[in-house]
């Protein structure tokens, strides 16, 4: 995997003069043309007549290489076998985004705010972490229901999910009927919820 990512950055920072093109894939189905043009047996093309082509300054490549290596580190590396993905991450800021949104310029002390209310809300919910009494702004029923409301969409795809997996649980068969590919195995048998399978 490590290579795979940084063949993307030697291929993109090669030239005519320094093609780099070691850790690209080597056959004529390849992404790389170059690679592809050796095992096709043909001459590779120049890089500046390829769509992406770009020179950076020495110290300028560094820079990017730094942040592949960093990418590509044992840590790195330790946490996408795991199957971590960003997602985490992306579903923070936009909660972030929709107290301080990107496109617009904000001070230190919105964002800052936008943080701390984004951590709150995904931690307790609008209503439990409801900063109207704080700022001295009535609690009434009306907030209320717009608060109760706002948790009730937030925690729906969860609920959803759960409620998926709660009912594959209760899921078995009993023969006599056809089931359909269920966990990667093919079941022979009537489904009914809630009954063991005999």
Request: aromatic letters at 10%.
């Amino acid at each position: 995997m490590r290579n795979d990512i940084m063949s993307s950055f030697e291929h993109c920072s090669s030239s005519d003069a320094n093609p780099k093109h070691h850790l690209c894939p080597k056959s004529s189905e390849s992404w790389c043309f170059y690679q592809k043009a050796l095992a096709l047996g043909k001459e590779p093309q120049s890089h500046s007549e390829m769509k992406v082509s770009f020179t950076l300054l020495p110290d300028q490549l560094q820079l990017v290489r730094k942040v592949y290596e960093r990418l590509t580190n044992d840590d790195m590396m330790k946490r996408c076998l795991k199957g971590h993905t960003q997602n985490p991450n992306e579903s923070f800021h936009s909660r972030v985004w929709l107290y301080s949104p990107k496109h617009l310029n904000t001070s230190k002390n919105k964002l800052d705010f936008a943080v701390a209310r984004a951590v709150s809300v995904y931690n307790a919910g609008y209503k439990d972490s409801n900063i109207y009494e704080s700022l001295g702004i009535p609690f009434t029923k009306t907030t209320e229901k717009y608060l109760d409301n706002n948790d009730k969409m937030m925690d729906a795809p969860l609920k959803k999910r759960m409620r998926n997996k709660r009912l594959q649980k209760e899921l078995h068969y009993t023969p006599g009927g056809i089931f359909p590919k269920f966990d990667g195995v093919y079941a022979i048998g009537e489904i009914r919820a809630n009954q063991s399978p005999s």
